[in-house]
Nanobody
Framework: QVQLVESGGGLVQAGGSLRLSCAASGTFFSINTMGWYRQVPGKQRELVATIRTGGSPNYADDVKGRFTISRDNTKKTVYLQMNSLTPEDTAVYYC?????????WGQGTQVTVSS
């Protein structure tokens, strides 16, 4: 059973920063893609950033240059450093682990950016 637990969300003023963490537990293939997606009410969940084992990060256009994704394979943890936040970044952020054709999701963490 794979579980993903996110932390680090919260309320921040525009221009501020937050760091999200997602720790994975359970047994899964070491070659995988971990990432972050976000969703606002009434809209589809959208990709924020992903990073594959031993690979380069992939970012959505609207977060490039502001967000940085990284991973620590020994800790089975993925991070998302978010800088220069804007109210448009307000959403529930979900951690994702994709491996061997399967997707696993965390419960989500709320990020709210006030203007």
């Amino acid at each position: 059973q794979v579980q993903l637990v996110e932390s680090g969300g919260g309320l921040v003023q525009a221009g501020g920063s937050l760091r999200l963490s997602c720790a994975a537990s359970g047994t899964f293939f070491s070659i995988n893609t971990m990432g972050w997606y976000r969703q606002v009410p009434g809209k589809q969940r959208e990709l924020v950033a992903t990073i594959r084992t031993g690979g380069s990060p992939n970012y959505a256009d609207d977060v490039k240059g502001r967000f940085t994704i990284s991973r620590d394979n020994t800790k089975k943890t993925v991070y998302l450093q978010m800088n220069s936040l804007t109210p448009e970044d307000t959403a529930v952020y979900y951690c994702n682990l994709r491996t061997l054709g399967l997707d696993y999701w965390g419960q989500g963490t709320q990020v709210t950016v006030s203007s």
